[in-house]
């Protein structure tokens, strides 16, 4: 079946570290990708976004890198702060307006 | 900036009860998408609705569910006789055009049911 799935469910960095978030796809078709995060009680936020013609996006901190070849996704943030604790989800689409969302990973970020 | 507005933001009802979210789109989207989140879980699509029209409701359960888009005014999530298993957070998103756009999410109703 099709699943989009993260490693870790809890991630622990200390502040000033740089985080990785992983995320694993299955479905070889999908051709757009958004990593979204979630702090408590709001709903996601847009991070940053990559297509499948692409390996590497770069943001502001953010950087989304894909490797299509084993089907796996990543967010790094650099200098990793309070704020950036959240729930940060991948986000998969094939070219709908479906999208397949992962359960999330947790990131604390410990003072 | 105006984002994608929901009201209310939390919601409190009895089972049988019935509950009614409302969203608002960013200004000048008009795809309108409803997802639901239980606790620690991922979203779950439920319906894609376009102004006046529902194209997808393949993620809304059959019974007491029900959607809409009118061509003026927010965006409808209804569900009728509710159950303790409806706690959840609902979503709301919009996109300018399907497919690919990307969505942008409101800050979600919590439905309650006692």
């Known amino acids: 079946g099709e699943s989009v799935g993260l490693h870790l469910p809890t991630l622990s960095v200390q502040e000033g570290d740089n985080s990785i978030i992983n995320c694993a796809y299955s479905?070889?078709?999908?051709?757009?990708f958004i990593w979204y995060k979630q702090e408590s009680g709001k709903g996601p936020q847009f991070i940053i976004d990559?297509?499948?013609?692409?390996d590497k996006r770069q943001g502001q901190r953010v950087t989304v890198l894909l490797n299509k070849t084993v089907k796996h996704l990543s967010l790094q943030i650099a200098a990793t702060q309070p704020g950036d604790s959240a729930v940060y989800f991948c986000?998969?689409?094939?070219?709908?307006?479906?999208?397949?969302f992962g359960t999330g990973t947790r990131l604390k970020v410990l003072a | 900036n105006a984002g994608v507005m929901q009201n209310p933001r939390h919601l409190v009802r009895r089972r049988g009860q019935e509950a009614r979210l409302r969203c608002s789109p960013v200004?000048?989207?008009?795809?309108v998408y409803w997802y639901r989140q239980l606790p620690e879980e991922g979203l779950k699509f439920m319906v894609y609705?376009?102004?006046?029209?529902?194209?997808?409701e393949s993620g809304m359960p059959k019974e007491r569910f029900s959607a809409e888009f009118p061509k003026e005014g927010p965006s409808i999530l209804r569900i009728q006789q509710v159950v303790r298993g409806d706690s959840a957070a609902y979503f709301c998103?919009?996109?300018?055009?399907?497919?690919?756009?990307?969505?942008?999410f409101g800050p979600g109703t919590r439905l309650t049911v006692l």
């Open positions: 998103a919009s996109s300018p055009k399907e497919s690919t756009d990307t969505q942008y």
């Open positions: 479905n070889s078709a999908s051709d757009y």
């Open positions: 990559i297509r499948s013609n692409m």
């Open positions: 986000a998969e689409n094939k070219g709908t307006y479906k999208y397949i």
């Open positions: 200004k000048g989207h008009s795809h």
């Open positions: 609705l376009q102004k006046e029209n529902i194209i997808d």
